[in-house]
C-alpha cells in the first residue's frame, strides 16, 4: 500500500507491468508445454509439446518473452544509474543495487536446492523424477546469469550510449551487425564456440534499446513490428534456423542456447508491438485496482520464476506416485486437462513463495559514505564480483544440484563445473549484493 500512495507522477508504470508480464509468460509457457515422463526403464526424461505438435512453434515468437525483460532492464539501468550518480556513487554502489535484488533470491533458491539434493543422494533415491528435479529446476537461471553479465556492462554501455549522441540508435545496430557474423562464421565456416559471442551481442543490443527507450528516442513501433516480422518469417524459413524461439528437443540447432540472429530479430519484433501498445495500457494502468496488482505482483514474481518449476515437479512426483498418468501430449485430452493441470501447481508454488518471498524484497539504492578514492578501489573489486557471480549462476544452470557427492560435472562453454562450486560462487558477497 505504501508503494501505491508514493508512486511519483512521473513513473512509467508500463515498464512496471512488462517486467510482470515477461517472467509470468515463462512460468505459464514452461507449465503449459513441458512433459515429463518416466520410460520403462526408469529414468525420467523432460521434454516439450512443441516437439509432439510442430505447428504451435510460431507461438513462441510471442511467448519467448526474455528480450522484453532485457529491454525493461535497459530502462530501469539507465534510470538507476542516474540515481546512483546524483547521490555522488559509482560502479559500485550501482552494482551492488542491481545484483543483490537478483543474488538474495537466487542464493536462497540454490542453498535450498543443493541441501535437498544432498539428502536426495545421501538416501538412494537419486533416481526417477527426483533426479531429473534435481537437474532440471536449476536451468532458467541462465536468465539471471547472463542477465548479471548484462548489469556488470550496463554503466560502460551507458556511456557509450551517451557518447554516440544522436547516433546512440546505432549502437544496436552495430551490436545486431556483430551478431550476424558470428552467426555467419558459426555456421557458414563452423567456428567452434563462437556462437556464445551471441550471449553478448544480441542481449546487449536489447538492453542497449531499453536505454534508447528511457531518453525517449526508442519510436516507430510499426516498422518495427513489420521488419522484426519480415526478418523472423525469413530466416525460420529460407534461412534454415528454428521456428521455435525456445529449445525442442531433437532440433540441430536451438535459438536460445546460444541465442541467434533469428532470436534478435523476434526481438525487433516483440519490441515493436510494445511500443505499440504502449499507449492504451499505460491509461488502463492509471486504474487503481490494476496498478495495484501489477504492484503486487512485482514483488513476487522473481521468487515465482524461482520456484516455479519446484511446484511443477511436486505435482508431477506426486501425480506419478499414485499412478496418475497425463494424456498424450498434444492431445484434445492433454489441452482439456491443462487448466487443471495449472491449477494444481498453483498450490506448491504459490506456498513456496509465501515461504522464500522475504528474500526477494528490494532495499533502496545505498551509497556509502566514503570518500571519492576510496570508491574508485571498490570498482576493480566490485567487477570482480560480479565475474564470479555472473559464472556461479550460470555453472548452477549448466550443472544443477544433482549428483555432489558421486562428483558430477557439467560443462559451462569450455570450463567444467561443479553443483558445489557453483552454487558457492553464486552466493550474494559484499562486492555484488547489498
Not at 526478418?231 to 536451438?254: C, D, H, I, N, Q
Not at 522473481?302 to 496418475?324: K, S, Y
Request: hydrophobic content about 55%; aromatic content about 8%.
Amino acid at each position: 500500500m505504501r508503494e501505491l500512495q508514493s508512486t511519483a507522477v512521473t513513473r512509467d508504470r508500463y515498464v512496471d507491468l512488462l517486467r510482470v508480464l515477461s517472467l509470468g509468460v515463462v512460468v505459464l509457457g514452461h507449465w503449459l508445454m513441458a512433459v515429463v515422463a518416466v520410460g520403462d526403464d526408469g529414468v525420467a526424461r523432460a521434454g516439450n509439446v512443441l516437439a509432439f505438435v510442430p505447428a504451435l512453434q510460431p507461438a513462441t515468437w510471442l511467448l519467448q518473452v526474455m528480450p522484453v525483460f532485457f529491454l525493461v532492464g535497459g530502462f530501469s539501468h539507465a534510470v538507476a544509474w542516474s540515481s546512483v550518480r546524483r547521490q555522488g556513487g559509482r560502479y559500485a554502489d550501482f552494482v551492488r543495487s542491481r545484483a543483490g535484488r537478483l543474488l538474495r533470491p537466487t542464493a536462497a533458491f540454490a542453498a535450498v536446492w543443493l541441501v535437498l539434493a544432498l539428502g536426495i543422494e545421501l538416501a538412494g533415491a537419486d533416481r526417477g523424477v527426483l533426479r531429473l528435479a534435481t537437474r532440471v529446476v536449476a536451468q532458467p537461471l541462465w536468465f539471471i546469469g547472463v542477465y548479471l553479465g548484462v548489469v556488470a556492462l550496463a554503466p560502460l554501455m551507458l556511456r557509450l550510449h551517451h557518447w554516440a549522441g544522436r547516433l546512440a540508435p546505432l549502437v544496436p545496430v552495430a551490436l545486431g551487425a556483430a551478431a550476424v557474423a558470428v552467426d555467419v562464421a558459426r555456421f557458414g565456416y563452423g567456428v567452434p564456440f563462437i556462437g556464445f559471442a551471441n550471449v553478448a551481442f544480441v542481449w546487449l543490443a536489447v538492453h542497449q534499446a531499453g536505454f534508447l527507450y528511457a531518453d525517449g528516442s526508442l519510436r516507430h513501433g510499426l516498422a518495427l513490428a513489420g521488419t522484426g516480422l519480415a526478418g523472423t518469417v525469413a530466416l525460420t524459413t529460407a534461412g534454415g534456423y528454428p521456428t521455435s524461439m525456445v529449445g525442442v528437443p531433437g532440433e540441430r540447432v536451438s535459438n536460445m542456447s546460444p541465442p541467434t540472429v533469428a532470436l534478435l530479430a523476434c526481438a525487433v519484433l516483440q519490441i515493436g508491438l510494445v511500443l505499440l501498445a504502449r499507449g492504451p495500457v499505460t491509461r488502463w494502468l492509471q486504474r487503481p485496482a490494476v496498478w495495484r496488482g501489477v504492484v503486487t505482483a512485482n514483488g513476487l514474481s522473481m521468487t515465482t520464476f524461482l520456484w516455479h518449476l519446484t511446484g511443477m515437479f511436486v505435482i508431477g512426483a506426486g501425480a506419478l506416485a499414485l499412478g496418475v498418468a497425463q494424456p498424450p501430449a498434444g492431445s484434445a485430452a492433454w489441452w482439456l486437462w491443462r487448466p487443471v493441470w495449472i491449477a494444481l501447481l498453483l498450490v506448491p508454488t504459490a506456498a513456496l513463495v509465501v515461504l522464500f518471498r522475504r528474500a526477494d524484497r528490494p532495499r533502496p539504492a545505498w551509497v556509502p559514505s566514503a570518500g571519492a578514492a576510496a570508491r574508485r578501489h571498490r570498482t576493480p573489486l566490485a567487477a570482480a564480483g560480479m565475474l564470479l557471480c555472473t559464472a556461479g549462476v550460470l555453472g548452477v544452470s549448466a550443472v544443477g544440484f544433482g549428483g555432489v557427492l558421486a562428483g558430477r560435472t557439467a560443462t559451462l562453454i569450455v570450463v567444467p563445473v561443479t553443483p558445489l562450486a557453483s552454487v558457492l560462487l553464486s552466493r550474494p558477497v559484499p562486492a555484488c549484493s547489498a
